[in-house]
């Protein structure tokens, strides 16, 4: 598992791995990078479906309730697709930009 931190936010990859590993890992590593903002880059999967985005809705649920941003970032799967509770953008730039956008909402208290 990779993590590239910038700030308060960590993106998050992993070559070569099944979907199944990557969550094992990234649930693993968790505690070490539960207060940054977290950019999930799912690139390296070639084959991707909206119910496979679920699988980090848990982790995605309980990051957002500690009022930190996750996103994941796929070309694969529309954020059409899969709920409103998880955030997928296709770009990492995007990522970064929903994180800046959710900072000011919180900054707010919207």
Do not use: W
């Not at 998050?12 to 094992?24: G, I, M, N, Y």
């Amino acid at each position: 598992m990779i993590f590239d931190s910038d700030g308060t936010t960590t993106i998050v990859f992993q070559e070569k791995a099944t979907l199944s590993a990557f969550l094992k890992n990234l649930n693993d590593a968790y505690p070490k990078i539960k207060n940054e903002h977290i950019i999930v880059n799912l690139f390296s999967f070639s084959k991707l479906k909206a119910d496979d985005l679920l699988e980090f809705l848990q982790l995605s649920d309980a990051h957002r309730k500690r009022n930190k941003s996750f996103v994941l970032v796929t070309d694969k799967v529309s954020y059409d697709d899969v709920p409103d509770s998880i955030c997928v953008v296709p770009t990492i730039q995007e990522a970064h930009d929903i994180i800046e956008m959710e900072e000011i909402e919180r900054d707010l208290e919207l």
